[in-house]
């Protein structure tokens, strides 16, 4: 148990291994044991996750009926009914989160994890938040994207005094709209934030009596995650908040690659994607083989006439995007930031570019003197590699996961939608790599390379002629004709000396 030294062991003694939580009947007793008289008189036990799992969907056993969320790399937390009010309990604290195997950080979340629990309720729902402070310092907090009382929004100082250290606020308000929402301190909020200090929130269409809600469909699988990112120095443990955009772990859920577990779907699922932003810059979140459609932001479902297809979708900061497709296409298909410095794990943005220099003896040498001592390979970085470079403890190799074919050489915002027409509903282990049918896959051509055919407007200009630009339809590249010659002026700058 990697849980930070807190004075509060009554809180750790409530802790749920995983695996006992994950079971229906764990669940159940816990549930059983928080409706005692004493218990109803008395804060919800808080109920702590140990590991940084993604687990499995929890099915409501009170309270309206919903089709529960599975948070990538996390968890939703149980609450207690009371009076027909639904109680949560979240504890502000110091935890250790892995963020990868390889490297575990020191961050500050709820509950155990960073980010804290997902909390899942349904529209018109009465909910009751108990916030518990077991941090050096005051904390709110604010209810991103809700509707809301003022007093109820969670910005210190404005709408209520900050939660002081060891105490507990309790928030209440009635869940008014279905959608995606998230939950982060509005105290001291670059710190805690920068420190992992935000979670995630659904609010389930009500489905009384068979209802349904004209622009949120139900799906096969409804997936949630948050962005988040962290400056972590190579060999430390402790973020530095006052980055502000030069992190060097771009993180899904506090994981980074190949930490972060595969979205796991039966073939022809509907599938739903929630993604919430609390980095400090846009995420141009990309889905290989499949368009979706944008059914959702943190202001709720779209209007059907706003949706079209779409391969990429940025995800701009303090927002949240509902994507939905089918997944109609058997594979592993790539998810990920399309920032190609998003999908690497911590490196220097000092790191000088070394393509064409042979440095491999040296760097082992300079390794002896400063053992963090990093280089860009000779060939591009995908020699980083294949030199088995030492890097120093409590840090990520730059890029790294390895496939069935070889390194993926990939990091930070990666992961992957596993389609298999195998996989049970319901089920969301990952199935594996997999495998493409014989005569599917790019393959190495060893026939004779012809001579690259070249445009014959490409030969002329060589040869300092006019260029031919208009050519008949139909005519292939390399059989160009210059029956319609165009002359191309070409206009150097003058006397400016600001080109
Ligand atoms: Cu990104």
């Known amino acids: ?122 529209e018109g729902d009465r909910v009751r938040m108990f916030v518990t402070n077991n941090l050096p310092e005051h904390t709110t907090m604010h209810w991103h994207g809700q509707r809301l009382p003022n007093g109820m929004d969670g910005v210190g100082g404005l709408n209520q005094k900050q939660i002081p250290v060891g105490k507990t606020f309790v928030y209440e308000f009635i869940a008014r709209r279905p959608g995606t929402f998230m939950y982060h301190p509005h105290a001291d909020e670059m710190t805690q934030m920068a420190m992992g200090m935000m979670g995630f929130w659904v609010t389930h269409p009500k489905m009384d009596r068979g209802q349904k809600h004209p622009l949120i469909d139900e799906v096969n699988r409804d997936f949630c995650f948050l962005l988040n990112s962290y400056d972590i120095d190579p060999g430390s443990t402790t973020p530095k908040p006052n980055t502000m955009l030069d992190q060097n772990l771009w993180t899904w859920n506090s994981r980074a690659f190949p930490g972060i577990d595969s979205l796991n779907v039966r073939l022809n699922d509907k599938v739903r994607i929630r993604i919430g932003n609390l980095t400090m810059t846009n995420h141009p979140i990309h889905l290989h083989g499949h368009e979706f459609l944008i059914t959702g932001t943190d202001g709720g479902p779209t209007p059907k006439s706003s949706r079209w297809p779409e391969v990429t979708t940025d995800v701009a900061v303090g927002q949240m995007r509902q994507l939905e497709f089918v997944a109609d296409e058997e594979g592993d298909w790539a998810l990920h930031c399309h920032k190609s410095h998003h999908t690497m794990n911590p490196m220097g943005h000092t790191v000088p570019n070394m393509i064409g220099v042979d440095h491999r003896g040296l760097i082992k040498k300079i390794q002896k003197l400063v053992p963090d001592y990093m280089v860009m390979g000779e060939r591009g970085m995908a020699d980083m590699g294949e030199m088995q470079m030492e890097i120093p403890e409590q840090t990520l190799p730059m890029m790294t996961g390895t496939g069935p074919y070889g390194p993926v050489e990939m990091g930070g915002m990666f992961t992957m939608v596993k389609v298999r027409k195998d996989q049970n509903p319901g089920d969301y282990k990952d199935a594996g790599w997999y495998r493409q049918p014989p005569g599917t896959q790019a393959f190495e051509w060893t026939g004779a390379l012809p001579e690259p055919a070249r445009f014959q407007s490409e030969i002329a200009a060589n040869n300092g002629l006019v260029v031919g630009l208009n050519n008949p339809p139909g005519h292939a590249h390399g059989a160009q004709t210059m029956d319609k010659p165009v002359e191309l002026k070409v206009r150097k700058p003058t006397g400016h000396m600001q080109h």
Do not use: C
């Not at 816990?30 to 969907?57: C, G, N, Q, R, Y």
């Not at 948070?71 to 937390?77: D, F, P, V, Y």
């Open 1 to 122: 148990m990697e849980k930070p030294p807190t004075d509060k062991r009554a809180m750790a003694s409530h802790a749920l291994d995983r695996r006992k939580f994950l079971g229906q009947a764990a669940f159940t007793a816990v549930a059983a044991a928080s409706v005692s008289k004493v218990a109803m008189a008395a804060l919800p036990e808080p109920v702590t996750m140990m590991k940084p799992d993604t687990a499995p969907p929890l099915v409501p056993q009170t309270g309206r009926p919903y089709n529960p969320v599975v948070t990538l790399n996390g968890w939703t937390l149980p609450w207690r009914m009371n009076n027909g009010v639904k109680e949560f309990h979240l504890v502000a604290e110091p935890v250790i989160r892995e963020i990868a195997p390889g490297m575990k950080a020191t961050l500050w979340g709820y509950n155990g994890q960073s980010p804290g629990p997902t909390i899942e309720v349904v």
